[in-house]
């Protein structure tokens, strides 16, 4: 079945610093990709997303190029601020007329001044 | 716009009690969701539903029941709660048409300790 590997947390940064959060995946077909952040106490809000292989997506200052040949949909951002820190969620879609994502298991991400 | 609204935001249960944890969105969205959030892991689906009248299992409904009698609305329902279901749970809706799918859309969360 389709997985989504995130790599492991908790993530912390200096403020200004460069980060990756990398995320591979499993998939049958051609799935549609997507970053969502979860902040403190909320409900998971959808960052960026790429639909066919090359695409990248952006938002926020996020990027992330959907790599077909690696299977991955890395994470990235030039300089992070502390507002930045939340949760990270790499999910997919399999396209197949199946609405149903699957989530990597999450990066906690800290900011510190 | 109030978007997914969620209720409640927590809730502390004993073994063998039941509830049922309230979903409502005002975006007109065909698909609804249920999720549970453990702690380090990814959002698991619970169960979703496509229309009105129309429900079907995720990836692990057991110990859970949903409805959906109405566009807006679909609620989950834990019949006996047990220790293993002490979790956050987060209801979603999405619109999918043919090039928009997929996109969806959280609640807050609700709280659940299993006692």
């Known amino acids: 079945g389709d997985s989504v590997t995130q790599m492991e947390g908790p993530v912390t940064l200096s403020e200004e610093a460069f980060l990756t959060i990398n995320c591979t995946y499993t998939?049958?077909?051609?799935?549609?990709l997507f970053w969502y952040v979860q902040y403190p106490g909320e409900g998971l809000q959808l960052l960026l997303k790429?639909?066919?292989?090359?695409d990248k997506g952006s938002n926020k200052g996020f990027e992330a190029t959907y790599r077909k040949e690696t299977t991955s949909f890395h994470l990235e951002k030039g300089s992070v601020q502390v507002s930045d820190s939340a949760v990270y969620f790499c999910a997919l879609s399999d396209n197949f007329g199946n609405e149903k994502l699957t989530f990597g298991t999450g990066t906690r991400l800290t900011i510190i001044p | 716009n109030a978007g997914v609204t969620q209720t409640p935001k927590f809730r502390i249960l004993k073994i063998g009690q039941s509830m049922t944890l309230q979903c409502t969105q005002d975006m007109n969205h065909n698909y609804m969701y249920w999720y549970r959030q453990d702690p380090g892991m990814g959002l698991k689906l619970i169960y979703y539903?496509?229309?009105?009248?129309?429900?079907d299992k995720g990836e692990v409904p057991n110990g859970y029941n949903v409805s959906r009698s109405t566009t807006e609305d679909f609620p989950l329902r834990l019949e006996l709660a047990a220790p293993s279901q002490t979790s956050v749970y987060f209801c979603?809706?999405?619109?999918?048409?043919?090039?928009?799918?997929?996109?969806?859309?959280f609640g807050a969360g609700t709280r659940l300790s299993v006692l």
């Open positions: 539903s496509v229309g009105a009248g129309i429900t």
């Open positions: 790429a639909t066919k292989a090359d």
């Open positions: 998939a049958t077909g051609y799935p549609s």
């Open positions: 979603a809706s999405s619109y999918s048409t043919e090039g928009v799918k997929n996109i969806q859309y």
